[in-house]
Structures are given as C-alpha cells and as structure tokens.
C-alpha cells in the first residue's frame, strides 16, 4: 500500500498568513495526488486534483504543486474560513490512501 | 445539483450486519465512478471501496469478504451491505462520486454525502 505522510500535524497560523502543507508518497504516484479541506462535522471538499488542478469554485489562494513523492499544498494568504483539517490522497494504485491529515489552527 | 444522501447508519452488536444507502440526485449512480470512505471518530479519513460504471469493485483489505457495494439503476442508489461487522468498523460513512468537468470524468472524489454513523457495540 502507498502511504501517505503529511506535515506538520499541525499548523497555527493568523489569517493573512501563508500556509505550506506537505504530503509524502512512500512510493511514486505520478501526479496522481489530490487535496481536500474538512471542517468539524463536515464532508471532505476537494480543493485540488491531479496535483495542481484547482476543482470547480476553490479560490486562487489555494495550490497544489509536487509529483512523484513530495506534493505541497499552498494557500497564499489564510482567510478565517480556511481554518480546517487537509487531507492528501493518491489513486495511483489500490488501495486508495489518504494521509493523516494536517489541521490548520488559528494561532 | 448532485446531491448524495446517506442513511442506514446506527448501532449494531458486533458480528451483525447493516445495510447503508446513498440515494443520489443530479446524476446517474450507473454511469459514475462511486465510493464509499468512512472516518472514524477523531480520526482521519480511510477510503473503503469503489464500484465503477463499468461494475468493477475495489476493497480495501480489511473489508474484504466482509462489506459489498452495490447500486440499484431504478432507484439511483448506492448500497454498502456490511456483514460480520467488528468494533473497528464504528465510524462515519460518506459516500462520494466522482468529478466531471464538462465531459471529462476524473477519478477524485468531489461530491460527498452528509455521511451516517455506524457504531458497533455490544
């Protein structure tokens, strides 16, 4: 299985500040990765697929770069609704595998 | 709008056996790329199994043998019977479909449902 590590567990940032989320692959997945934001007793959003591909209505603030095994999530400027848990995923290959998640808090 | 809904959820004895829905509108459950991803509470999130258009299914290990996705064309639903269900099972259940972008389909995940707890207990 591919597993997935991010870093840090946990970020405490102001609004206005930059935020640089890291996702590490175990093994290659191209650029077969995916981000996703979720808040308390929310479903996961997608925020970017294929490593830098921003989905339908996610604000520039938001970018995803990386291939192979180091992707990085960006959000250039924190607004007080990005505060949230961010999850990486891969689908190059089965089983499908999130990582542990980066909660952004607000410091 | 797609909207997903999930129900089923509750609490069961270990060893029991529960059947979770995922009643679909704004697109066709036949024709997309479905999943279901569950999370357990205060935990991360954990992809369990997928069901292609084409009727291809992927499970993650620990599920295998033990969970089965399905869909129903009439109702436009996606299913998850979950027999010999263990204490490590308790969790939220979402189901999620796949992104398409005009006529381009993507396997990411980018309609969710409210999710359904399952909780297993004796």
């Known amino acids: 299985d591919i597993v997935l590590t991010q870093s840090p567990a946990t970020l405490s940032l102001s609004p206005g500040e930059r935020a640089t989320l890291s996702c590490r692959a175990s093994?290659?997945?191209?650029?077969?990765l995916g981000w996703y934001q979720q808040k308390p007793g929310q479903a996961p959003r997608l925020l970017i697929y294929d490593a830098s591909n921003r989905a339908a209505g996610i604000p520039d603030r938001f970018s995803g770069s990386g291939s192979g095994t180091d992707f990085t999530l960006t959000i250039s400027s924190l607004e007080p609704e990005d505060f949230a848990v961010y999850y990486c995923q891969q689908r190059r290959s089965w089983p499908l595998t999130f990582g542990g998640g980066t909660k952004v808090g607000i410091k | 709008e797609v909207q997903l809904v999930e129900s089923g959820g509750g609490l069961v004895q270990p060893g029991g056996s529960l059947r979770l829905s995922c009643a679909a509108s704004g697109l066709t459950v036949s024709s997309r790329y479905m999943a279901w991803v569950r999370q357990a509470p205060g935990k991360g999130l954990e992809w369990v199994c997928a069901?292609?258009?084409?009727?291809?299914?992927y499970y993650t290990d620990s599920v295998k043998a033990r969970f089965t996705i399905s869909r129903d064309r009439s109702k436009n639903a996606l299913y998850l019977q979950m027999n010999s269900l263990r204490a490590e099972d308790t969790a939220v259940y979402f189901c999620?479909?796949?992104?398409?972008?005009?006529?381009?389909?993507?396997?990411?995940?980018?309609?969710w449902g409210q999710g359904t707890l399952v909780t297993v207990s004796s």
């Open positions: 999620a479909s796949q992104l398409v972008v005009g006529v381009t389909t993507y396997n990411w995940f980018d309609s």
């Open positions: 069901l292609f258009s084409s009727g291809d299914t």
């Open positions: 093994q290659g997945v191209s650029s077969y």
